[in-house]
């Protein structure tokens, strides 16, 4: 079955830390650049981090830079979003997506063209 499972959301406190992972089951990551995205209580969908597979160019949101890493592990057909000095106001459900198309900013918002796939989300949040 061709899916991506993401996992690693919780409950966290203020200035903790967490680690996504996105799994991809079915095929490989290998054609596809991956953005991390997330949909906070109330708010549209919002993408937070970009990551190319040809050269590995990341992408951040600003509200997130300094504070969240993203990373690939193509032999574990994985993506993974480092969370650290996290705050309430990153309290959403995160998704990863798989896409042919380029990594983008715009507005200071990560943006993957041409998505093809996402996943069915983890919740994160964290409490002050």
């Known amino acids: 079955q061709v899916k991506l499972v993401e996992s690693g959301g919780g409950l966290v406190q203020s200035g903790g830390s967490l680690r996504l992972s996105c799994v991809a089951s079915?095929?490989?990551?290998?054609?596809?650049?991956v953005v991390w995205s997330r949909q906070r209580p109330g708010k549209e969908r919002e993408g937070v981090s970009c990551?190319?597979?040809?050269?590995?160019?990341?992408y951040y949101s600003d509200s997130v830079k300094g504070r969240f890493t993203i990373s690939g592990d193509n032999a574990k057909r994985a993506v993974y979003l480092q969370m650290n000095s996290l705050k309430p106001e990153d309290t959403a459900v995160y998704f990863c997506?798989?896409?042919?198309?380029?990594?983008?900013?715009?507005?200071?918002?990560?943006?993957?063209?041409?998505?093809?796939?996402w996943g069915q989300g983890t919740v994160v949040t964290v409490s002050s």
């Open positions: 997506a798989i896409g042919t198309g380029d990594c983008t900013k715009v507005g200071g918002i990560p943006i993957l063209g041409h998505v093809e796939r």
């Open positions: 079915g095929f490989t990551l290998d054609d596809y650049n």
């Open positions: 990551i190319t597979q040809n050269d590995g160019d990341v």
